[in-house]
């Protein structure tokens, strides 16, 4: 998926990307071979999934934006249906009729949408992680100023963003996840059983999940060290910028790239280091 906004024209969420954490909090159990990712039965489905998201959204319009941030129920449910979205061009699915889910179908087989007109596509808390972290405060901080920011709350601001470095949370919050299936894919090779397809997209689907809880719990703290009247402030800066998402199929070879990664003989090696802080 690509993010179009005023900020970063294009912003790459890879759907192979890796989790975000936060320190502290409870780490992923490990990789579920159990748990199968979420496939779009039709274009009824996914309409009716994306309008019930939309729903829970706007339940919080007039909310204090930490309570939306606090919702984890809502965030896994907005990841279900950007992944039925993504393995729906993957598979190429019919999306006849998805206009009516926000949705535009263009020629050449990408969806896009307006998130500003229908934010069930983009979750709030994505957008605070890809987005806060590169800002330029010397850009953005006379605008938050304008809205009602005090210099102490630029300060505030800025060292959250400083001490919560999202790299390193990313590989904390993966690592249980990763070394799990990284050991039932060393074991599956011993035992010469294969690794198919779908067990593959069950790991970069709970990967996925794990990602989304992760930002949405950097986002909920970077709220909490704002008072009210701030976190308004802030969240409608970032609600009201427009914004695009464009999906376009992935990579024919991004299972089998994947698959190859966890193979390595320094994947765990590689993974641990990066939970410690160390790029390899």
Do not use: C
Not at 138 to 147: K, S
Not at 182 to 203: F, G, I
């Amino acid at each position: 998926m690509i993010v179009q906004s005023r900020w970063r024209p294009r912003l790459l969420a890879a759907m192979l990307a890796t989790g975000i954490a936060i320190t502290g909090i409870a780490q992923a159990a490990g990789f579920d071979e159990k748990l199968k990712a979420p496939v779009m039965r039709d274009v009824g489905e996914l309409r009716s999934h994306s309008q019930t998201v939309a729903s829970r959204i706007e339940q919080y319009t007039q909310a204090d934006p930490q309570r939306l941030m606090e919702d984890a129920d809502l965030v896994r449910d907005q990841v279900d249906l950007v992944w039925k979205l993504q393995r729906a061009i993957d598979t190429h699915q019919p999306l006849n009729g998805a206009d009516s889910a926000g949705l535009t179908v263009n020629p050449d087989g990408s969806v896009e949408a307006d998130v500003n007109a229908h934010p069930q596509w983009l979750r709030f808390d994505e957008r605070f992680t890809e987005l806060v972290p590169s800002w330029d405060m010397e850009l953005v901080g006379p605008e938050l100023l304008a809205r009602g920011f005090r210099s102490g709350d630029i300060e505030i601001l800025e060292s959250y963003v400083k001490t919560h470095e999202l790299g390193t949370l990313a590989a904390q919050r993966m690592l249980p996840v990763a070394l799990a299936f990284n050991r039932l894919v060393v074991k599956s090779d011993r035992l010469k059983r294969p690794v198919n397809e779908a067990l593959v997209l069950s790991y970069v689907y709970q990967t996925a999940r794990e990602r989304a809880e992760a930002s949405r719990q950097w986002s909920a703290g970077l709220l909490t060290a704002l008072d009210a009247q701030r976190r308004r402030i802030l969240f409608s800066y970032v609600a009201e910028m427009k914004t695009k998402a464009i999906w376009t199929a992935t990579d024919l070879a991004a299972v089998a790239d994947t698959l190859a990664a966890v193979r390595r003989p320094d994947f765990a090696n590689g993974v641990a280091s990066q939970a410690k802080g160390v790029v390899k």
